[in-house]
């Protein structure tokens, strides 16, 4: 545990230049602390603890202001910039590098059973106070812009804003998406 500590620290110092040393990483990011809990309540998850693992889960939500089920699945080197009021519903999955800003759901819409949440993929950032609703994806090295509400597939290597989300920018140039019935 203490090896990934250091490890998610260390994330945080490249992605943040106002890091200024892994001690204030782990003493003054609630972004680690959050992570940190939810990687003991999602081993007690999976173990089918789950009232203590949803007890941790509470207790993290109370001292961070990060809510993350602890069925959630996330991959290496999630970074929750400032990270008050970021919730991350039970089905939801994370890839790995992901970066994500204070105010943003990945949750559900309510009416699905079974896988509600949404799946994002390695390299994805999402902005502040972003809403990414639903069994959706959310494709590798996309972008979202802030105050975003995503209801619909993502692809990868493009940027979404709005509401309803819509592509604005794809990464490549002289490459067509069809998204929607949007040609970009």
């Given amino acids: 545990m203490f090896k990934t500590i250091i490890n998610e620290a260390k994330n945080i110092m490249e992605k943040d230049p106002a890091a200024k040393s892994i001690?204030?990483?782990i003493l003054c990011y609630p972004g680690l602390w959050a992570i940190i809990f939810y990687r003991i309540a999602h081993k007690l998850y999976l173990k089918r603890k789950f009232v203590i693992?949803?007890?941790i889960s509470q207790i993290a939500r109370n001292i961070t202001g990060i809510e993350i089920h602890p069925g959630a699945k996330i991959g290496k080197n999630l970074f929750i910039d400032h990270g008050m009021g970021v919730v991350i519903g039970e089905t939801a999955e994370i890839g790995d590098n992901v970066t994500i800003y204070h105010g943003v759901t990945l949750g559900?819409?309510?009416?699905?059973?079974?896988?509600?949440?949404p799946t994002v993929e390695d390299n994805v950032m999402i902005g502040a106070g972003a809403k990414i609703l639903g069994p959706i994806r959310i494709g590798k090295n996309a972008k979202v812009g802030a105050n975003a509400v995503v209801l619909n597939d993502v692809p990868a290597n493009v940027t979404v804003c709005g509401i309803p989300a819509t592509i604005v920018k794809p990464k490549e140039k002289n490459v067509l998406y069809i998204y929607?019935?949007?040609v970009i």
């Fill in 23 to 25: 001690i204030e990483v």
């Fill in 53 to 55: 693992a949803r007890i």
């Fill in 108 to 117: 559900g819409t309510g009416k699905d059973k079974g896988k509600r949440h």
């Fill in 180 to 182: 929607s019935d949007m």
